[in-house]
């Protein structure tokens, strides 16, 4: 059996990319100076945030809300405050809540559940059952695959959830997998102003997509998010998960197939463990060239109050509201 790298004790971890060895306690330590570097390096969470963290009950999350307690204890004067996004997906979020529920007894905190149901009239299931009859009836119609109806509603819904709660950051769990994920992605449609937008973090002052549209930060209307794991692989998030035996749900959303990420992922899945540190290097190409983009997306568009819900849009309607009208 291989030592650790660290400390020579018995090896539990295996990372390929970089061919080193370690045991669960200078993983887990390694793991945490990454977040730690990350954070450091794109200003992610700072002395007096409150940070509002994306909890889903996945391993991502259980990851992020351990670490962003452990990061916040070393910092003044940061509260952490962990919020569920309930989509209403039968035989899924259920199980999932309930080890977001008995991940947050075990850190001591109360979590904060909004659901599509209270904030859009509709569960993501109704939406689906609605998109799908209108398909049936209506051959003009275009239907939107699942994950894109609940990526816009789930980041309208954190967005609101965290402003609620006062907070001045909202941390969601994308890892590096996710990061590599949506580069490919952005290119693979030809969407390089969604590219030169994404990132890290979008600071105060900076600009955050909205649907497709840019809308400026400045009046508070969007909180920050940020991606305190960039630096470290999903399969990394797992095993961390893991060996803290943090309580996480493995389920699959019963949507996931339909996705184009799934797809990426799948392809991104199969390439790394042929050529290790593949991932890592489609994030870090990204950042590098994000460098020489910065000085050039200065799009400022102040957002307007949706004319149908009063979130913030860049355009009279929100894509969230666009969503549900097309498919009344
Ligand atoms: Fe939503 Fe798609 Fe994720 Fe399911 S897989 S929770 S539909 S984004
Ligand atoms: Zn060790
Ligand atoms: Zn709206």
């Not at 490919?184 to 997509?209: D, I």
């Not at 996480?248 to 540190?277: I, M, Q």
């Not at 590098?288 to 050039?296: A, H, I, M, N, P």
Request: aromatic share 8%; glycine share 6%; proline share 4%.
């Amino acid at each position: 059996m291989a030592s650790c790298k660290k400390c020579g004790q018995e090896a539990v971890v295996h990372l390929p990319y970089d061919r080193s060895n370690w045991c669960a306690e200078c993983f887990s330590d390694l793991f945490e100076r990454r977040v730690a570097r990350a954070n450091r390096e794109f200003k992610l969470i700072q002395n007096g945030d409150r940070v509002a963290v994306g909890v889903s009950g996945g391993k991502d999350s259980a990851t992020l809300l351990t670490v962003t307690q452990k990061l916040a204890a070393k910092m003044r004067n940061v509260t952490v405050l962990p919020v569920l996004i309930d989509e209403g997906i039968t035989g899924y979020r259920d199980a999932a809540r309930q080890k977001a529920e008995e991940l947050c007894e075990k850190l001591g905190f109360e979590l904060r559940v909004y659901s599509f149901a209270d904030l859009y009239g509709s569960t993501l299931d109704a939406v689906m059952l609605k998109r799908d009859e209108k398909r049936k009836a209506l051959s003009e119609f275009t239907a939107h695959p699942s994950c894109s109806y609940c990526g816009v509603f789930r980041k309208g819904a954190l967005n609101r959830a965290a402003r609620e709660l006062g907070a001045t950051k909202l941390a969601v769990g994308h890892n590096a997998d996710d990061v590599a994920q949506t580069v490919l992605m952005n290119m693979l449609r030809n969407e390089p102003e969604r590219l030169k937008r994404f990132g890290p973090a979008s600071e105060e002052n900076e600009e955050e997509t909205a649907g497709e549209a840019v809308v400026s930060l400045r009046d508070g209307a969007f909180v920050p998010r940020v991606k305190p794991l960039i630096y470290c692989l999903e399969r990394e998030c797992a095993l961390y998960a893991s060996l803290n035996q943090l309580p996480f749900h493995l389920g699959e959303c019963p949507y996931a197939s339909e996705s184009f990420r799934g797809s990426v992922k799948d392809f991104l899945n199969v390439l790394e463990p042929k050529y290790p540190g593949m991932k890592f290097n489609t994030v870090n190409a990204f950042l590098s060239l994000k460098k020489d983009w910065s000085s050039t997306v200065k799009q400022k568009l102040v957002p307007v109050a949706c004319a149908q819900c009063g979130e913030p849009s860049a355009e009279p309607t929100c894509k969230a509201c666009g969503m549900l009208g097309e498919l009344a």
